[in-house]
């Protein structure tokens, strides 16, 4: 399952947002805060809350579009429509009041819903796309949850569990990794070579997607999340909150695709995630990688994210969108140097800090009037915050020279 297309209309500060064609794998959207970044994956979430509703319970109900989220200039209602990978659209519409002029379309959806339902009463192992929004409120507790009363049994659906609530979910993947856990020491008495198909999903992404951790495990006494960090094993609340983001979040996509796709590979698995932030917390040399290797470790995987990073978007190899006063505007940012991309597609006017810019202008300034003292001035107090190495400095002193040479001609 793809989505192919995005057209939304008046919801938020979005205006009139048309994407022809979506990437399958990756789209990135960026933009200045309030640009309307979130509200791209908001407008999706809303839609997908009735798929996810509807796959659990035939007449379960999404949410609607919230009135206060219909654009206040809005001459009707807001649209927000999804064009699908099996030529369908799916469209979830809210009227002002007295000026209904269209009405939401879910049937392809339904009839979607459907066939899956059908398919799962009849074959339990049928496979099932997941879909996720992962919103920037991903705390991770200290503390660790207890295991629910009853029955301990996860069923394919249960891949939906709290998936568009927009946070981390570590409550529901500490408990699953619990369980799984149990259940293959379990079966480890009898059988020394049995692995569980979902915790070996989760060790395969980890390996890709961090492969300086290791043994990710549940230590009972007392109860903690553990893994190994080079030779020294850790606490999950002893990493910091990048790491900590990072790792529940990428186990949490590989655990929902082994509870979605029981009998086949769950790395290949299908779906739609949405990450909003995705450089939340994270160190330059992680965000230097973390798409890529999102892509190389979901290949099946549809991936809608934002950042204001532009290291994260050259690494995006994909479709990237700006969002300037709710319009969408296509960058191409894949491999390129970050200091340019903060100057094309962030909009940044100086890569310098404004004091020490300003510091270059003076210095220029005064060379247009031939103010030498006030330019050796400028100089100085660039070398004792630069150093006089830079780079920059370095191009100030030469203008002075060929201008001094021009002179002489």
Aim: net charge neutral; glycine share 6%; charged share 25%.
């Amino acid at each position: 399952m793809k989505i192919k297309s995005i057209s939304i209309d008046y919801f938020r500060g979005l205006q009139n947002v048309d994407i022809l064609q979506c990437d399958d794998h990756v789209n990135l959207f960026l933009g200045i805060n309030g640009a309307g970044k979130s509200s791209v994956l908001d407008a999706i979430s809303l839609v997908f809350s009735w798929y996810t509703a509807r796959i659990q319970s035939a007449k379960g109900r999404g949410r609607d579009i919230p009135k206060d989220d219909i654009a206040i200039h809005s001459p009707n209602g807001c649209t927000i429509d999804l064009g699908m990978d099996d030529d369908n659209h799916w469209k979830l519409y809210r009227s002002l009041k007295y000026k209904k002029t269209d009405r939401s379309d879910l049937y392809a959806m339904n009839q979607r819903v459907a066939q899956l339902r059908n398919a799962l009463d009849s074959d339990s192992n049928q496979s099932l796309p997941i879909i996720v929004h992962y919103g920037v409120n991903r705390v991770i507790p200290n503390t660790y949850p207890r295991l629910p009363r009853g029955k301990n049994e996860f069923t394919q659906l249960d891949a939906y569990r709290n998936a568009l609530s927009g946070g981390q979910s570590f409550s529901d993947f500490f408990n699953w990794f619990r369980l799984a856990e149990d259940y293959e020491n379990e079966q480890y008495k009898s059988n020394p070579n049995f692995k569980d198909h979902g915790l070996e999903s989760v060790r395969r992404c980890m390996a890709v997607m961090l492969p300086e951790y290791t043994d990710l495990r549940v230590r009972r006494r007392p109860l903690a999340l553990t893994m190994k960090k080079g030779n020294e094993t850790l606490k999950l609340n002893q990493l910091s909150d990048g790491e900590k983001c990072y790792i529940s979040l990428v186990c949490d996509i590989a655990r929902r695709l082994a509870i979605a796709n029981p009998s086949s590979d769950p790395l290949r698995g299908d779906g739609i995630v949405l990450i909003d932030e995705i450089d939340l917390h994270l160190h330059p040399q992680w965000q230097q990688s973390i798409v890529s290797r999102l892509v190389k470790t979901f290949p099946n995987c549809q991936f809608f994210i934002t950042s204001h990073s532009p290291i994260v978007a050259s690494d995006v190899n994909g479709k990237v969108f700006g969002i300037k006063e709710g319009e969408i505007v296509p960058q191409y940012t894949y491999g390129k140097l970050s200091s340019n991309i903060l100057t094309s597609s962030f909009e940044v006017s100086s890569l310098r800090n404004p004091f020490v810019q300003s510091l270059f202008d003076a210095g220029y300034e005064a060379l247009d009037r031939n103010d030498i003292n006030l330019y050796t001035k400028n100089l100085i107090q660039l070398s004792d915050i630069l150093g006089p190495d830079d780079i920059d400095i370095t191009g100030l002193r030469i203008e002075k020279l060929r201008r001094e040479k021009f002179a002489r001609e």
